[in-house]
Structures are given as structure tokens and as C-alpha cells.
């Protein structure tokens, strides 16, 4: 078909994106972020401040500053990135520098301080000024600075991995505890940087350089490397040698001690000529190319940051299995047990040998350092009163945007609630019908990223403290980052959500949860309740959870036919008018339903088919589709058999005008649609999914089909236009089935109670 008949329905049938009103966007108050560190010394914990700190200010739509408070001073120390405000207090008079640091941090309304390496007494001290202490556990229990029972002291804690989270819990800590898992970012590399950092280290060209990094302390047992080296050297694998490079310096009181040990070793195995000890090196990553693997055998971690590092780097690692290594998955990870033999360790540096690289992991890009500012923004509070705030995907032609619409319109004024809008939107109507209402309702941010919205809700659901927040058709991430950072509150959390879809379209977020460190399965336990909009299927545990509230219809006053009176007494006499009403999308199976027009019409020829709806500019390829479809038909003129109306967010006034409504799609709740057709009296077909079958009762309130074959959809279709009489039955029945089971009053009377 040629270009210029599909103009005109095109023009007609796609949504104008950037025309559409929005709701207004929420104001986002410049902010400052408050952490304290006991140093700036060279290692991970430092390091995942520093970074949070930086990537944070690189940002530009945050709005965020960032304020450190670092108690002791330290040589060397990590470079602080420009911007950063950092307060000294040079190890003096710190219990009354905090109190100030937190009475400061109260007084701009940022609360939260991250605690790194602060003891309770520390804490207590930043308490005492009005701040929040979080306390953060950056290693496994036998590097903990203090008992777990001492760091529950806050409204929550975090860890830096799971099994951080399991030995805390196993110690009797008592706060709430959440894993924030920091990823380094993919290193840059300067030309020819690794001859530059080998020739420093005095390595010969074909040697294997075996990279360690960390501060050298009795946890790294560096000496068991020494062994390892040795077994390495004996297996005789490269022939000019291997080598072991250790990047760090001697840490803590015991650190003397462990590096003249380390020494020692390597002297009596003999391996002193293959051991390179330059210290500690500023921004030891950068060192990694002169790596051909990395060995890491701690006797205990948290979750080792030279680690991630390496792995980012696509470089391959050999570690002990310890805390958290391994949580976080790369191809090039090999785990071994932290006593397993030196020859078995041998092997497997061995196995890595040869400058091989492998791509780096998917989690290197995730940005990691938001899950830190969520933390921040996630400050204590307490529900006040009865007020739900309902969280919702936009306000677009979507039958879940409508429900969510028409419950608004019938709660205003009988409970305190506000909308929250976490996209923009492609159609104006639902916003103006909020509008002339006065329901509150904002948009979350001018963005896709569901990390932006998250920002802003957790911040709002803090400040506000509502007593309920309400989920309408959200997206899954955007629920598991609410959830998790505020699941230790006492806010109620509702999920509504259209049935079994639900499950599937959180279990697509598996790899977005590990990066969260949150699960579908934690999101589940935390849940208060699942309202499903019909009996879904897939519950299963969640079970005592389930609400079922379905969908209710306002009824409408003038132009509806009274049930027993025909809807369409002139039927036989004129062409039949068959309506399909809702967005162009291929979940609604418009080419499914234009293919079976074709067979109606060799039966009944002047038969029409209504398209009322639009669709948005990302289905514009599949609206093209549809209208070359029905190309030849619009060559017709006003002739045509298909007529695409547009727009039609009022479509249920005039619906009772057509002698059936076919509702075809997947994935279904309780379809206002089927409703809005049912309680005008007109006979409904459609498909078999989700909660259709608890509105079209096949054979008494409508025909419900099997599927969405063409000659099934063109079947049910001839036998309405053919029937008057089982249609108007039908219709009838369907109305009554409405009014009894789907009124919009029955819809509100049950979220009320749910609510209160």
C-alpha cells in the first residue's frame, strides 16, 4: 500500500510523546551526604568511600554534595577527590568533633552518617549531636573492630556482603542489616603502562608476574603465599620464572611483625630473588597490567576489593573461599579452600597462566556507588497518621493507568493519599482528569533510570512518613530498591498487581538483584500484602498475602440501554459495527484481529471494524503494520471497513453504538475494557487470559476464546451479528454480572479497608 493512505490514520493513531502534559515535577533539594572514616589510609574501605564520593559528585543530576569526617590522620593516604569536603579532626578531641560533625549533619537535614571503621562509643558521640549513625561492617567477624552485639546500634547496619550479613547475625548483632556490594569500575590503562611497571619492578619480559595487593598484616597470610611461590617455581611451568609482586606496606600493630615474616619466609624457601615488595602504591589498580593473574589469600574478607578490581580488569584471580568471595561472579574466578595444599594452588595459578584475560564481568558497569546515597537518603522515621502514597509507572492509555484513575477519583476526599508518577507520560488525559480534581500526585524525576526515581522516593517516603506505600503496575527494579532500603521502617508496602505476570516480570530482574545484593525472595517476605486483580495461579507461599480486589466500572447515567431491551434492535438492517478499544500495541493482536475480519467479510461484507485508541511512538513500526494491514480497506474512502478513531480515553460512553467488542491481549488482569463494554450493554469476545474468564463467563456474559486464532476470533464474531438474539442475551447478562460483581463502589469499599 502507498505511503500517502497511510497518513492520515497514522497522524490519527500515534500518540504526540513530546506534547503530552506531564505531572508536575518534584523539586530536589540540594543535599549534603555525611560520612566518617577513622583514616585515609590505602585500603578498601578508604577506597569505596573515596569512590562513592567522586562518582557521586561526577554526577550531575543528583544534587548532591559530599562532607567527611576523617578522625585520624595517616602515611600514606588515598588521594580525597576534588570536591569532597573533608574535616580533619587529626585524632583530637574526637568524641566532641563528632557530636559538632552530627549536630551539622541534623541541622542541613541529612541525618545519616555512614560509619566506616567507627566504634560505638564513636557512634554514640554522633548520636548525641542528632545524627543517625549507620554502621558499617567492611570485613568478616575476625576483622571486626568490635563485637556485633556493640554495632546494632542504629536503625540499620550494612555489610559489605552476604556472608558479612550471616556472621553478623550469627554474633547476636540486632539492627537490621543490608549487603551494598562496592564495584570498582573497568581501569583505564595508559600505553604501554605494563613494560613501564615490570622493568620498575626489575621482571624479565616472559616472566609470569604474580600480583598481590593489600596491606601486608598477619589476614593476608602472605607468608602461605611464600609457599605457594615456591611449589609455582618447582612446577617449572615458565621458563624465565615466576615472579610475586605484593603492593602494600605494613598495616596495624602487627604489621612490622608480618612483613619481617614474610621476609623470613621467602628467605628460607629460597625464593627472595622471585619476590618484588615495593610498598604501598597510590591507586594500586592502575598497577594490574603488569599483572598476568592476581593471588589473593586472605585467611578472612569481607569482600576484597583487589579482588573486584582484578576481575574488572579482566584479569584472572586465584583466592582462598572465604566471606564473600565468590557472591559476585566473573569467568575468570578460580576459588580454593584456604588449606588446600600448596601444589593445588600451584595448579591453579598455573592453569591461568600465559597473559590470559577474560572480558570483564557484567556487574563492572553497574553503578554501584547509588546504592550508598540510598542508604543516605533512607533516614529513620516513624508513619504518621493514615496516608498511602501510590507509586505508579505513568499515566499513559494503559487499562492499569485507568484503574489507578478511577480509584483515585473514588477515594478523593474519603482518605488522605498522593500519586507518584515514576515516567513520563505519552497522553494527557489522566493527568487532567487528576488535575480538575485536585488528587496530589508528582512526577519522581525527568528520567528512565529507575535508580533517579529511587533517590526520590526513598527521600520522600522518609520526609513524609506514610503510614502505606501502594505499587501500580511499577517497574520490578524500581520496587526492589524502595523495598530494600526502606524494609527496616514501619511503612506497610502493597504490591497491586495484575496476577501471575508479576512473577515473571520480577524473575527477569535476577542479574539487577545480585547487583542490589536484594532478592525477588526478600522483596516477597517483606511485602505486607499482593492484591492480584484476579485469582492468580502462581502465588504459592505468598498465599496468605493475596488480596484479590478486582476492577470496578463507574456506571454511567445516560445512554446506556436497559438490561432485557435489545442493544441493537436494528441490527439486521444495517452493517454491524464490531469495536476494539485500547492502545495499538502488539499485546492487543490488532493484525490477529484484521485477519479475521477478512474472513467475516466474505460473509458479511459491510460488516465494520472500530479501532478506538493510539499508539505510543515506541510502537509506531507496529502501528505502521496495522494500518498496511487494513491498507486496503482505507483505499475505500469513506467506504472503508476499518476505521481507526484515535485517541479515545472516553471510549466507554459511546460503546454501547456497537453490536460487539472484541478484547484481545496477553497477560490480563481484571481489563477495564471488558468492563467498561460489559456495563454498556454490549456483547464482549475475548480472549482467554488472565482474569478475563471471571468477567466473560463463556456462553452467558460473553464467548471467551482459546486463543487468538483468526478463525476462532471470526467464528465467535459471525455468530454475534448472526444471532441478535444471543447477543442481546449476552449484553444483558453481562451488565447485570458487572453491577453485582465490578462496581466502581465495591472497588473502593475494598481498597479502603485494605488501606485502614
Known sequence: MDAPHFAEPLSRILAPDAAAVQPPLLARTPQVLHAAIASLALGGAERIVLDWAARTLARSTGGFAVRIAVLRDAVPECEVPSGVEVVRFHGEDLEAR???????????????VSCHLLTQQQRNALRAGGAAPVTVLHNASHGWIEPASSSGDGHYAIAVSRAAVAEYCGAGGSAPCKVVRHF?????????????????????????????????KPQKAYTRAMRILRAVLDRGDCTEGAYLTILGGPVGRDGRLAWEAVLAQARRLDVMEYVRMPGFVPDAAQCLCGFDLLLNTSRYEGLSIATLEALAAGLPVVASRVGGQGEVGAEGLSLLDFEAPDAQWAAALAAHGGNERFASPAWTGFPSERMWTLAHLARPFAPVGRRTLFVTANLNAGGAQRSLVNLALALDGKMDFEIAVTGNSTSSAFTEKLVAAGVRHFRTADSRDCLDHAEVLVARIAKDA???????????????????????????FIDVSPGDYLFEEMAATRDFQECIAYSETEYYARLDRLVHKYRARSSGALNRKVVVIHNGVPFLGTGVPVPGTPVRADAPKRAAKIAICGRIAPGKFLLEAIEAMERVWKHAPEAQLHILGNAEPRQRDYAMRVVAAA??????????????????FDASEGLAQYDALLVLGRHQGCPNTVLEGLVAGVPVIANDSGGTRELVIHGKTGLLLGGMDPEAIAAAILRLIENPALARTLAMRGRVHVRKHFSMERMRDRYLRLFR
Open 466 to 492: 506514610p503510614s502505606c506505600v501502594c505499587f501500580w503496575n511499577v517497574d520490578a527494579k524500581l520496587k526492589l530498591l524502595v523495598v530494600k532500603w526502606l524494609a527496616h521502617s514501619a511503612v506497610k
Open 184 to 216: 570498582p569500575r573497568k581501569p583505564a590503562f595508559r600505553a604501554g603502562a605494563r613494560e613501564v611497571w615490570r622493568e620498575r619492578w626489575a621482571i624479565p619480559a616472559g616472566a609470569w608476574v604474580i600480583g598481590m595487593i593489600g596491606g601486608v
Open 98 to 112: 563528632l557530636k559538632a560533625f552530627g549536630a551539622c549533619a541534623a541541622a542541613e537535614n541529612s541525618p545519616v
Open 631 to 648: 491498507g486496503p480497506e482505507l483505499a475505500r474512502g469513506s467506504q472503508s471497513r476499518v476505521v481507526f478513531h484515535g485517541p479515545a
